[in-house]
C-alpha cells in the first residue's frame, strides 16, 4: 500500500473506468476486500483505504480526527472527481457522511450494512456485545475481545461458528485485533462529530444508495435500514439470509454481481 493524504491505500483497476471507493468495517481493514478485489478490478478503478487508525493508517491527525475529511483529502489526492462509495458498518457511516457534505463528489452508495454514525438504537443485543468487549479489553485480554466480535458480527447471535467459513472468521480476528493494537494510540483523540448528524440529514442524500443486510445481523442494524429505507430519496433494501454483519466477506461473488447491478443502474 502507499501512502497519500495520511490514508495508507491501494489502487487497481483501468484509469479510465469509474472509481469505486471501498471503505472498510470497524472489525476490520482494507483488507476486508480482498476476496472481491480482483473481480473489480477488471472493469473498474478501486480504491480501498485504510481508515486513520485501522491496518497501516497510523498516524496521529493534526487536531480533530475526521475520517469524511480524511476521505475526501484522499480523493483530492488522488485525482477522483466522482466516485461510487461502498462502506460497510463503520465505514458505511462514513460514507453516508461523505455523501451529506460532498454530495457532488458520491455517484453512489452502497451500505453493506449500515454501521457506525447510522446506528441510532442500543438494543439488547449490541449491549450485550458492548459489555463483553468492555470486560475483555479491561481485562487486557486482546484475543478474547477480539473474539468477541467475531462471535458478534461475524457469526451473529442466531447462528454457531461452525456455520461460518472459518477463513472469513480468522481473517476478521486478525484484522481486529490489529485494529486494537493501533487504535490504542488514538484513545485520547477528539472525534469531529458531524453536527448535526447523518440519520437527520438522510434527505440531504441525493445518491442512489443500496443497503445490504444479513439476517443473523444485530437489531440495531435492521433498525438502521428501516431508518434508511424511510429516510432516503433514493433507496433499495436488499436482505440476504444467509449472512451476518459482513456479507461482503461471506458472499463475495454474489456481492459483486449485487454491486455490479446497482453500478449499472447509478450510472456514472
Known amino acids: 500500500m502507499t501512502l497519500a493524504s495520511l490514508l495508507a491505500h491501494e489502487r487497481g483497476g483501468p484509469g479510465d473506468a469509474p472509481t469505486i471507493l471501498l471503505l472498510h468495517a470497524g472489525v476490520a481493514d482494507s483488507r476486508m476486500w480482498d476476496s472481491l478485489w480482483d473481480s473489480l478490478t477488471r472493469d473498474f478503478d478501486v480504491v480501498r483505504c485504510d481508515l486513520r487508525g485501522f491496518g497501516s493508517s497510523t498516524e496521529l491527525p493534526d487536531g480533530t480526527l475526521s475520517h469524511r475529511h480524511d476521505v475526501l483529502a484522499l480523493l483530492d489526492g488522488l485525482g477522483v472527481g466522482r466516485c461510487h462509495l461502498v462502506g460497510?458498518?463503520?465505514?458505511?457511516?462514513?460514507?453516508?457522511?461523505?455523501?451529506?457534505?460532498?454530495?457532488?463528489?458520491?455517484?453512489?452508495?452502497?451500505?453493506?450494512?449500515?454501521?457506525?454514525?447510522?446506528?441510532a438504537v442500543r438494543t439488547p443485543d449490541l449491549a450485550a456485545f458492548a459489555d463483553a468487549e468492555r470486560a475483555a479489553l479491561a481485562a487486557g485480554d486482546l484475543d478474547a475481545a477480539a473474539e468477541v466480535n467475531v462471535d458478534t458480527w461475524v457469526v451473529g447471535p442466531s447462528r454457531r461458528a461452525e456455520d461460518v467459513d472459518p477463513v472469513v472468521r480468522e481473517a476478521v480476528r486478525s484484522m481486529q485485533r490489529h485494529a486494537f493494537e493501533v487504535g490504542a494510540a488514538f484513545d485520547d483523540v477528539e472525534e469531529d462529530e458531524l453536527d448535526p448528524p447523518v440519520l437527520d440529514r438522510l434527505t440531504e442524500v441525493i445518491a442512489p444508495t443500496l443497503v445490504l443486510v444479513g439476517g443473523h445481523d444485530l437489531e440495531t442494524t435492521h433498525d438502521a435500514a428501516d431508518r434508511l429505507v424511510a429516510g432516503l430519496p433514493d433507496v433499495r433494501r436488499v436482505d440476504w439470509p444467509d449472512a451476518a454483519h459482513l456479507p461482503s466477506?461471506?458472499?463475495?461473488e454474489r456481492f459483486v454481481d449485487l454491486l455490479r447491478d446497482h453500478l449499472a443502474t447509478a450510472g456514472d
Open 249 to 252: 466477506m461471506e458472499h463475495p
Open 88 to 119: 460497510a458498518s463503520f465505514g458505511a457511516g462514513v460514507a453516508a457522511e461523505v455523501a451529506v457534505v460532498a454530495p457532488d463528489r458520491v455517484l453512489s452508495l452502497t451500505l453493506s450494512p449500515p454501521g457506525g454514525s447510522l446506528l
